[in-house]
């Protein structure tokens, strides 16, 4: 996709109030966005299902950074947490849903021993 049809549609989905994916530009109106979480309940999306398949791991990175810049910063959640999410492909099912751990080998078996949840369904 050029670069002229990137501006198009991300400018159409901001008339429309839309955000929009970081790589193709198309409004979160059109296009179904891919979203991974940086705790059990928190998330984000920077590109669509269709980008976010077709994009490296790096790249993939490299466009929730130019989001992270543009919408996240105040979040107070350092980017190092989203990169880890974007890199392991986390979702809400990778953490425990009683104390928000991170399941290390995706066990889904909460590994802190204050908690004791033995398991959760994914
Ligand atoms: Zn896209
Ligand atoms: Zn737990």
Not at 25 to 50: M, Q
Not at 66 to 71: F, P, T
């Amino acid at each position: 996709m050029n670069k002229l049809q990137v501006w198009l549609n991300r400018r159409a989905a901001e008339v429309l109030g839309y955000g929009s994916c970081e790589k193709c530009g198309r409004g979160w109106n059109i296009c179904k966005g891919y979203g991974v979480a940086h705790t059990s309940s928190t998330g984000s999306f920077a590109l669509c299902e269709d980008c976010w398949n077709n994009s490296t791991v790096d790249e993939r990175v490299m466009y929730w950074k130019i989001a992270y810049d543009k919408h996240w910063t105040d979040t107070g959640i350092p980017f190092s947490r989203y990169e880890q999410a974007v890199r392991r492909n986390l979702q809400w099912e990778n953490y425990c849903p009683q104390c928000g751990y991170l399941s290390e080998d995706g066990s889904n078996k909460c590994m802190n021993k204050d908690c004791g949840v033995e398991r959760w369904g994914i």
